[in-house]
Nanobody
């Protein structure tokens, strides 16, 4: 059974940093793409970043380029999202997802975590 477990969310001030973690279990993810999405109340789920686990190819939304970094630790089967220079508009529930195609369309991801809340105060 595939499980994706996010952690690391919290309440921070604008300009602060947070690191989200996604612990993956239940299968081998070497051929998978791991993505981070976010969803704020009343808004659609939005792509944030993705990484192809096997060769570390990455993709970012324009809104987070230069501020967020996605990475993975093969030994720990964990994907990270380092978020720097956080802004109030980054506030959302952040979700980890696993799929087989590198891209920003949430419909191409097969597995999802429960989410972790990030709130950035101004």
């Amino acid at each position: 059974q595939v499980q994706l477990l996010e952690s690391g969310g919290g309440l921070v001030q604008a300009g602060d940093s947070l690191r989200l973690s996604c612990a993956a279990s239940g299968r081998s993810f070497n051929t998978y793409v791991m993505g981070w999405f976010r969803q704020a109340p009343g808004k659609e789920r939005e792509f944030v970043a993705a990484i192809f686990w096997g060769v570390s190819i990455t993709s970012y939304a324009d809104s987070v380029k230069g501020r967020f970094t996605i990475s993975r630790d093969n030994a720990k089967n964990t994907v990270y999202l380092q978020m720097n220079s956080l802004k109030p508009e980054d506030s959302a529930a952040y979700y980890c997802a696993a799929g087989t195609k590198l891209g920003s369309d949430y419909r191409s991801y097969d597995y999802w975590g429960q989410g972790t809340q990030v709130t950035v105060s101004s």
